[in-house]
């Protein structure tokens, strides 16, 4: 990085809006040319990159080269909404610009920025306004996030329902409603087969305990 990089709050006057446009491109260009963002462009391209979402092209057969796209929000607009982040808590002093680059590339290695590969064909339609390769990627992402909240839904109702620690019923014993606890006291004599003698039960008033012969006799 070099040292104008450094003082980047220095060249920029952040509560101009066309200086601000400036220091965001100038942070975009710094990332976009960082070691970071080619480990991640690689990456996102070779993960699962075969065909084109948007024409179908195979990267291979087509010799039709594959780009990574940030959708929905642009690296300008994630840059933009970190430097937002910064300027209302009003902490410049504190930071260097290669900071705020950090953080840009932070939420890249963690997953934390949608993309879509495409090819470089539609790639450049898509950023001409293409009205049909527009429409194609809002479809597709829209897709994406049903299928993401499909998902949540599906892994949320499948987690197990334990059961719960105390049951409500009526006991015959009782007058009052009680609440059956798996606390029991066991004979447990050698040589004799271990049995319940005693079940621990706890009413709405107290905490009692019956006797099971009494019950069974």
């Not at 080269?65 to 902490?91: G, Q, R």
């Amino acid at each position: 990085m070099k040292e104008n990089d450094e003082l980047l709050w220095y060249n920029y006057n952040l509560s101009d809006q066309r200086d601000t446009v400036k220091c965001i491109k100038h942070i975009q260009k710094i990332c976009r040319d960082s070691l970071e963002y080619d480990e991640w462009q690689r990456h996102c391209k070779y993960k699962d990159a075969t065909d084109c979402p948007v024409c179908g092209d195979n990267y291979y057969e087509k010799n039709s080269k594959c780009e990574s796209h940030h959708y929905p929000k642009t690296l300008f607009e994630v840059v933009e909404e970190i430097l937002d982040e910064h300027l209302e808590k009003n902490d410049f002093d504190e930071l260097l610009g290669f900071e705020i680059c950090k953080e840009v590339m932070d939420k890249h290695q963690f997953n934390q920025v949608h993309y879509i590969n495409l090819c470089v064909h539609c790639h450049k339609k898509f950023h001409s306004g293409h009205p049909d390769v527009v429409d194609k990627i809002e479809k597709i992402f829209n897709n994406y996030i049903l299928e993401e909240k499909k998902k949540e839904a599906t892994n949320k109702s499948s987690v197990e329902v334990s059961e719960p620690l105390f049951t409500e019923n009526f006991h015959p014993v009782c007058e009052a409603p009680i609440r059956e606890t798996s606390q029991v006291i066991k004979n447990e004599t050698p040589g004799v087969d271990p049995h319940i003698d005693k079940l621990n039960i706890e009413t709405s008033n107290d905490f009692i305990e019956i006797d099971i012969s009494s019950l069974t006799s």
